[in-house]
């Protein structure tokens, strides 16, 4: 079997598990992200049709929220808090930091598809803003110095070992 | 399973629970695991092993303790010694002293006691006390006992009087009567009837409900099971914020445990109620933390409101009667029905009984999850629990309400926590956030911030929120580029009034807060930033951010 | 049914009987008040996104959309307070700013609800600065065309797309400003496989939006073809 | 407003003199003109009580002081007309938005939605719709980065939209004023 052909196969058993319900979309199209890393065009054609449902009403639900991702993300991805704590400690700073140390733009990734930045609106660890993710682990209390280096140590391929 | 094997349960675990002298607590919410937490309690585990007290010790994991500055934080009882900033290598001399020689030590200890002084915890009575994880700490202090009571010995509508009676008002933001919004449900007549319990914390710096989730899960079920068997429902989803991945394994551990003990399901501890319990994630749309939105995301479509009447307790769910709840609000239910209604009108205030959790965040001392009192002053919560202001800064204004709540100065701050006064000064209660700013925020910028965010979040559906908040934006950016003309200021404040009123939902009938209590309490920072082209806080007219996605 | 039941309520003062479960909207068209509206049609499911047709309930600080709010028995309702006259110019206001809204170069010039209204309602300049959106105009389809410039968001199209025609071709995209009418999944309306071509969508468009090329405005534009349709069914 | 009508009413009774009047051509097509034109016979009775003391159909090169009622044309789309409509503004006593591009930026402001407006505008317009001699001139004034409607950078007191607007209503607005009166405009507006 393939990767496709496997995570095909994943993917019908959460269809199953929710029994081709209209309602379970939501759910269905995080397992999809999961399995997927990504939800494009195809994949929606598919749920769309798994469930019944007219593509537009899919499209319009995965665009409406904003943690479905329509675009191949980066292989590292940094997201930073734009809470109000985090905002009111200054997370502008960092961001624009990293946006000029690793050349990339918000909502972007670099030009070797090897990083991604992202914001996000709280993630709730706002006793130690400002905070930035980087790949599922909070930093909190961060500096850009901080920061800019545990994206490079993480680029260099080392593991985070300050968890 | 019925309410004797509900007691033996506790007696057992009590029983067990007593056989140690001491028992550490570890936090491992959101909190203390970036700094931590787990390597914490690793450490805790194997130092009580190595030094021969795992007989006398209980090392147990749990939720927040609530002072999330000073993780990971770890408890110790008895006696309640709190440890700050506990890091692996300071674990075997904490053990050795605290457990072995049984003196604490002091050097570690949290040493604040004005934070925990004047909080009541009420909702958060089991958060970092018990292991979220095991459904049988819940049940040893307490837990199901009001379930086992209610249907037992109380009919659905003796449960909705019982809950009329506290006073109880709902803690997503509106304060609409608890029990009368039971018996809204209880008596419609269309079937089947649905629960939805709200654990989409959207807001930007609040985070009570997620740590309730962590650290109590089984709380917010059993207050829900109370809920269903009062308005007959028999299908519940607690819609929770996909952001929360600790939050969602511990209510998935909770619900599994629940069904396991024959606490959901058909025959709840014997009798004829049926109640089931989904989880239903959120995926990033602040939105849908909106009553009628909700409903819209459960079941599976774009979260946008739809207008009132008609209302959920009529036509929620597919159509069907609907109770939406806050979980915090159901968090209270089992305590009133333990305790009696009456017991709870003994906190708070007449007219708004019962505590409030508030994430308590920005440039304050002690930032973290804080229960108090309706009736607590903002001056109290500020400078007696949150300790003033760091690094010698002046204070400038307190965020009550979240994103749509209201800036408020010095001069308001004696305003007492509950919706009427709240609501006088300018602010809401909102779910739950109060973030304190010091002299180095712009008021202009602040509420551009808000403004931004209620921009990204709004639906879209109706125009005052769509296109009335974008002209808003506008008028912000010409103000902060030093654009801006007095004439801008009275454009501001007809558009927001305009806003407020004419608004679908929610969202948009309070977006507009932190323009008007800013203009209302800051206006010479708007006259500054217009006339001077000045920002005293520096923060304006610099190179344009274009950050948002 | 209950539903059967005649009610009386008080519109701007006057007395009026209404068969239970009419909207406020109705009952004061059918006794000839009429409340502007733009997303409202009758034959759709009511949507209450526009908020032109906000009313006034005594007893109530808040403002109901007339659109969707039932009429109850001893309701009194006002249509037209100063108040409420305030907040229709600022919608439309709101509307004009929002997108590219140029009578003059429109092909439902003459023909648009949003252009009679902020002439009835005497929107005679917008205080607001407008925006200019810059949305590629959608040719490619047979004879359908979109310019999503002109679009208000009322979702007509969509919902006579989902409920009349019953394809669900139109659906939004997005949220806040960034809301767009969409084909399938995002296609240009050339591509989509599931549009029939059926035209309803530029029939109740209330604005030059969706329109037909090489046909006159007013062949198109029939807004009473979901009324008429949902009234028919009903009969059978 | 009201002061602006005693000011009108007050010339009108000293019927020595005529009500001072003037009107502007800025961006637009000049088919406002053409309408105030088309007031037909009825410019006959108007040209009796008012003096056309600037306009583009008149040969007077320099705005006056005192104008007691100003209708402009157009919208403001470069550098100079800004300054145009500055002075205008502070030499007249009444303004008046003539016709969609001053009431709305109308066509003139389509151009708005392009980023960089004013240049792009410019190089379609001389470089590449042509094919001999493409180049931008230089002796055109510097345009504004958007085209603006007329209350975006002045007061405006009345507005007449249409494109173009209805000589009726031209004739209305300036009846009503020149009578003392507060033209009501509710329901007369007409875009497009």
Redo the contacts between chains.
Sequence with gaps: MTTEDIRRAQLERVLKKNNYQKSALLEILHSAQEIYGYLD?NL??DIAGSLNL???????VV??YSYFKMRKPGQHIVTACLGTACYVKGVKQIIEAIEEEFNLKVGGSTADGKLSLSLTRCIGACAMAPAVVLDDQVIGKATKEIVIERIRNVLAGERDESV | MNLSDIQRIAEEENEFQRAYKYRINVCCSSGCIPFGAFKVLKAFEDAVKELGVENICKVARTGCVGTCSIGPAVLVDPGEYLYQCVTPENVREIVQGHIVSGVPVTKYLYNNSGYFRKQRRLVLRNAGKIDPTRVQDYISVGGYFALAKCLSTMTPQGVIQEITNSGLRGRGGAGFSVGQKWGLVARAHNTPKYIVANLDEGDPGIFANRTLAEADPHAIIEGMIIASYAIDAQKGYIYIRSEYPLAIEALQKAIAQAKSMNLLGDNILGTQHKFDLELRFGAG?F?AGEETAILMSVEGR?AQP??R?PYPANQGLWGKPTLIQNVETLANVPLIILNGGTWFKGFGLPNCTGTKCFSLTGNINNPGLIEVPMGITLREIVYDIGGGIPSGKKFKAVLVGGPSGGCLPESVLDAQIDYDSLKRVGAIMGSGGIVVLNEDSCMVDTARYFTDFC??????????C???L??VK?IFDKIATGEGELNDVD?LE??SE?II????CGLGQTAPNPILTTLRYFREEYIEHIVDKKCRAGICFKKEHKGDE | MAENSMITLKIDGVQVSVLEGTTILKAAKDNGILIPTLCDLEGLTP?????LC?VEVTGSPK???AC???ANSGMEVTTNSERLK??RK??IQ?????R???????VA??H?EL?AL???L?????????????EPIDSSHDFLVIDR?RCI?CLRCVRVC?KIEG?????????????EV?????ESWGNSC?CTGCRKCAKVCPVGAIYIEGEAITQTKHRDVAEFITARRNNR | MSTTNTVIADCNSSSSSKVRVATVWLSGCAGCHMSFLDQDERIVDLAKRIQVVYSPLVDVKEFPEDVEVTLIEGSVANEEQLEVLKDVRAKSRVLI?LG?CA?????T??R???ENSDKEVLERAYKSSEDLQAAVPNMVPKLLI?AK?L??VVK?DF???G?PPSADLINYVLTELLAGKTPN????????
């Design positions: 065009q929606l054609v007219p593509p537009s009403h899919v499209y319009g665009t409406f | 749309a939105v774009r739809r207008p009447p921009i990204e979040e709004s639906c879209g559906k109706c125009t005052p769509r296109a009335g974008a002209r506008d454009i007809k558009v305009y009123n004419a608004s679908l | 949507y209450g996104g526009c908020r906000l403002l109901f959309p969707t709010t039932p305030s907040y600022m919608t709101l509307l004009m700013a929002e590219v809204h140029m009578c003059a170069v429109c010039n003459d648009c252009q902020a002439n009835q005497g929107v005679n300049h917008v205080v607001l600065e407008r925006h200019f959106t810059r410039n968001l989902d394809v669900h071709t139109l659906d939004l995209k997005n949220r806040s400003k960034d809301t969409i084909m399938d999944l995002d599931s | 938005s969609d009431v709305t930026g109308n066509v402001a389509l708005n939605s392009w958007r409607p209350h975006e405006v507005y007449i939209p494109c405009m509710e329901g007369k507006a007409k875009y497009g």
